[in-house]
């Protein structure tokens, strides 16, 4: 439940944490009320069930704008659960540069085979946030490429690395066709890694990561 994961996010707080990854509910990635029998068993499946904005309200009471930022996790279309993300944010005055809505269509694709929604409604979604973050100011990220789903599904760091790569460059492509600037592109978007236990061999995909990014 929304006041679980306040709980929780607190306590991470409390821990010295200064980031926050909001993982939401299957349910909620997949745009259903937690009231609708297709949601029967999706409700409370690997994460929060965020459905309102009274349900992330807890959530954002407990962070501290000018101290913590917000990862939040989405289905392959974002703007719904990135509309309640903004405007439980800004109901509190806080800026939104700390914000990013993790919206990684490709790779969910790669994770279950299927998408509740076409990848072009879901590249519609991600530029639209781009636009709107431009348009008030916000350095907010509007997507991620993760490593994950390929890392979890027993690939090489080398397979991982380029996966990744792919999936950020066709979320660039997609933002400058729908009109966002490359350069504003290139900045909303965001990495996460998983990191296993050779320590020396993650930390060069790491570099090698940032350097690729950066050509």
Partial sequence: ????????????LAGGADEIALFVDAASRSERDPQDPRARGAVGDSGASIATRGDFDPVAA??????HTLVVTTGPAPLPLAALAIASLRARNAALD???????PLG??????????SLAVAYADIAALAHWASKHGS????????????HDAGASVDQELGLTLAAA???????VDHGVAAHDAAARIAFSFPVGTRMFLEAAKLRAARLAWAQ
Avoid: F, N, Q
Wanted: avoid cysteine; glycine fraction near 6%; charged fraction near 20%.
């Fill in 169 to 175: 460059v066709e979320y660039l492509r997609a933002l």
């Fill in 108 to 117: 969910a694709w790669a994770t279950s085979g299927t998408t509740p929604v």
């Fill in 62 to 67: 407990a962070l501290d704008p000018k101290r």
């Fill in 139 to 150: 350095a907010m990220r509007v997507a991620v490429a993760s490593g994950a789903p390929y």
């Fill in 1 to 12: 439940r929304p006041e679980a994961a306040a709980a929780r996010v607190a306590a991470e």
């Fill in 98 to 104: 700390g914000l990013t809505i993790a919206a990684d």
